[in-house]
């Protein structure tokens, strides 16, 4: 089988670094086919906490951390709430080696269950992402309403993004993002969504988020009610399996279902890496 060369994403601090861990372990488990050019980008991970994840990758992976030091976002509108770090992965194409061409952006909070090659060899064409989105239809219109987005514009999670560098390096505009900020400021409240929805969502390639975002969420309000939503249905058909919120299978308040493809990864790690 031909090996398929994937350029993946993380933006974190070395207090995630156990999970990306085990992350890449799913991604690499999942995808046995395929080599990984891994970036980091970050402000303060020391060399030293990376050593695991550079074995974990071995020979079907590399890992190049950015520490990234901007003149530009010294003035950039941060708060508490949202630290300069939230416009590494907004502004991703500034920072990321020139001659890629698009990169998978992947939280450290997930687990990859299965082959990512279909999304990752997608037409791009126009747009700038392509993302899930977790909102029905009332918090849409709310989040139209709130942030001043078009009708029927899609407001994305930012945990599993498809980017497209190339067309982002000549399009993007670092003005128009600060001049959002300073003006919702008072009203964002997952700050990094809130832009990337507002501000790109005509250009946002709509994935599907059983697929790609599955959430424990998700598969609690759907395995209610229909039959097929269950854990087996999630293992033969969900890529991406995403922990986002507070509710992580690593804390011991922990509560769902979806936690089994976690702790098996974990495990497999720990006997095995």
């Given at each position: 089988m031909d090996q398929t060369t994937m350029n993946i994403l993380v933006t974190l601090d070395e207090n995630y670094i156990p999970c990306l861990n085990v992350m890449l372990v799913s991604l690499l488990r999942s995808n046995l086919d395929a080599h990984f050019n891994v970036y980091l980008l970050h402000?303060?991970?020391?060399?030293?906490?990376?050593?695991?994840?550079?074995h974990i990758l071995g020979d079907r992976g590399t890992l190049t951390a950015i520490q990234v030091s901007d003149a530009e976002l010294e003035n950039a509108p941060t708060?508490?709430?949202?630290?300069v770090e939230i416009?590494?992965?907004?502004?991703?194409?500034r920072y990321l080696p020139q001659q890629l061409d698009r990169v998978l952006y992947l939280d450290p909070d997930l687990i990859v269950n299965k082959s990512l090659r279909e999304l990752y060899v997608m037409p791009m064409r126009d747009y700038y992402f392509a993302a899930a989105s977790h909102t029905g239809p009332v918090l849409r219109k709310l989040n139209e309403v709130r942030l001043d987005m078009e009708e029927e514009?899609?407001?994305?999670?930012?945990?599993?993004?498809l980017m497209n560098l190339a067309l982002l390096r000549k399009e993007q505009r670092l003005e128009d993002v600060f001049e959002f900020i300073e003006k919702k400021k008072s009203v964002l409240f997952l700050p990094?969504?809130?832009i990337i929805s507002s501000l790109y969502g005509s250009r946002i390639f709509p994935l599907d988020t059983f697929r790609y975002?599955?959430?424990?969420?998700?598969?609690?309000?759907y395995a209610a009610f229909e039959k097929r939503i269950n854990l087996d249905w999630v293992?033969?058909?969900?890529?991406?399996?995403?922990?986002?919120?507070?509710?992580k299978p690593w804390k011991?308040?922990?509560?769902?279902?979806?936690?089994?493809?976690?702790?098996e990864t974990k495990d497999y790690m720990e006997r095995n890496l």
């Open positions: 402000s303060s991970v020391r060399e030293q906490a990376l050593t695991k994840t550079r708060t508490s709430r949202y630290p416009y590494y992965r907004i502004f991703a194409a514009t899609p407001y994305i999670n930012s945990g599993v993004m990094d969504q809130d975002n599955m959430t424990e969420i998700l598969y609690q309000r293992r033969k058909n969900s890529v991406i399996i995403h922990y986002c919120g507070r509710n011991e308040s922990y509560i769902g279902k979806l936690g089994v493809f976690y702790q």
